[in-house]
Each structure stands twice: as structure tokens, then as C-alpha cells.
């Protein structure tokens, strides 16, 4: 069974940093691209950044870019999001997906808080 | 960056009845390969969104037969032939074509 499991969610003031964590079992992690997807209380999906399978290539949203680095461990299943610069439209439920062109398997989510 | 537009943004349905969706994308979503990454999803309330259909009409495992994608190049639909009480929730259509990737708005689907 896939399982994603994000960590690493919390309140953080303006201008503070947070790392997210994704552990990843049940499939071959090395094999895929991996996405991060946020959602804003009450809003829609907003796609924050991917990483390719060997981590060679990435991509950001422009609302990320420069402040956020998507990062991957293969050799212990684990995505990462570091998070700088965080402003308050930053708060959101963060989700680690699975798959770069038809993303398939989701996490719960970790939610970030951004506030003073 | 393409947009996605989606329409309706709210639909009320009849349970029973038929429910479509459309997704308009701003560019091709043809790929080099061609392949077309049109996406949806479904997200009850509560829950992580959860894909329904890709490459625009293949149904994923488990999804029921009542649900199908269709169209080509930027104009793609999602229909429910008989919406049942559990099909409550959002509905978003994604392009996994094009950097960044972008979702469309959403469409809240609910029991008339």
C-alpha cells in the first residue's frame, strides 16, 4: 500500500523558516517525480514545486520561487520542502504527491500557519 | 503559465441525475510525446483530493464506470452519468502538460 506521510507543519512568524518532511512507503520512491501541492484554508489546490526522480531537475510556482527548495533522499524514501521567507499567504495544508504529469497518490497533509 | 477555467463553479444536482464539468486550458495540453496530461481530481470534504481520470479519459482503478473524462487539446469534460450522495465534494481538473503546473478553480458538486 502507498503511503506518504508529511511532517514538520507548525506556526511560524513572518519571515521565519520551516522544513517539511514526506516519508514515502510502498513504492519504488526512486522511480518518480514528487510534487508538493498546498491548499489555503477554504480555497482551492495550488501547486507549489516537483522535483525530478534522481532529483536532477526542479520546478517552482513563481509565488515560491527563491524562498522555497524542494529536495529528495532516495536512499531513505524521503521528500523534503525548505520553506524561507514564509509570508502569511504561505499558510496552507502542504501535501506530498506522488507523479510529475498525472499525479496519483496523496498524503493527509502538514499544516503551516503563518502568523505573527 | 496555463490557466485552467472551469465551469460551473457550483453545481446542484438531483441525485440520479447526470453532472458534467468543463476544464478549459489557455494552451495546448498535447505533449511532445503525444500524450495529453489532462487530470482530475475529486476531494470530499474532509479528505485529500483523490485522482479520478488522467491522460484526459482514463478512469483510475476503483474509480466507478459512472465517471468519464473526454476532450482533446484544450477543451476537456468530466461527467457523472448518475450522481449518487457519496460524488459530493470538489472537483478540479489539473494540466500535468506544462511548467508550473496549474489546477483549475474547482467546482463544488451538491445534492439538489
Known amino acids: 500500500e502507498v503511503q506518504l506521510l508529511e511532517s514538520g507543519g507548525g506556526l511560524v512568524q513572518p519571515g521565519g523558516s520551516l522544513r517539511l518532511s514526506c516519508a514515502a512507503s510502498?513504492?519504488?520512491?526512486?522511480?518518480?517525480?514528487m510534487n508538493w501541492v498546498r491548499q489555503a484554508p477554504g480555497k482551492g489546490l495550488d501547486w507549489v514545486a516537483n522535483i525530478s526522480p534522481t532529483g536532477d531537475n526542479t520546478y517552482y510556482a513563481d509565488s515560491v520561487k527563491g524562498r522555497f527548495t524542494v529536495s529528495r533522499d532516495n536512499s531513505k524514501n524521503t521528500l523534503h520542502l525548505q520553506m524561507n521567507g514564509l509570508r502569511a499567504e504561505d499558510t496552507a495544508l502542504y501535501y506530498c504527491?506522488?507523479?510529475?504529469?498525472?499525479?496519483?497518490?496523496w498524503g493527509q497533509g502538514t499544516l503551516v500557519t503563518v502568523s505573527s | 503559465d496555463v490557466v485552467m477555467t472551469q465551469s460551473p463553479l457550483s453545481l446542484p444536482v438531483t441525485l440520479g441525475q447526470p453532472a458534467s464539468i468543463s476544464c478549459t486550458s489557455s494552451q495546448s495540453l498535447v505533449f511532445s510525446d503525444g500524450n495529453t496530461y489532462l487530470n482530475w481530481f475529486q476531494q470530499r470534504p474532509g479528505q485529500s483530493p483523490r485522482r479520478l481520470i488522467y491522460k484526459a479519459s482514463k478512469r483510475d482503478s476503483g474509480v466507478p464506470d459512472r465517471f468519464s473524462g473526454s476532450g482533446s487539446g484544450t477543451d476537456f469534460t468530466l461527467k457523472i452519468s448518475r450522481v449518487e450522495a457519496e460524488d459530493v465534494g470538489v472537483y478540479y481538473c489539473m494540466q500535468g502538460t506544462h511548467w508550473p503546473r496549474t489546477f483549475g478553480q474547482g467546482t463544488k458538486l451538491e445534492i439538489k
Open positions: 510502498g513504492i519504488t520512491f526512486s522511480g518518480y517525480g
Open positions: 504527491v506522488r507523479g510529475s504529469m498525472g499525479p496519483d497518490y
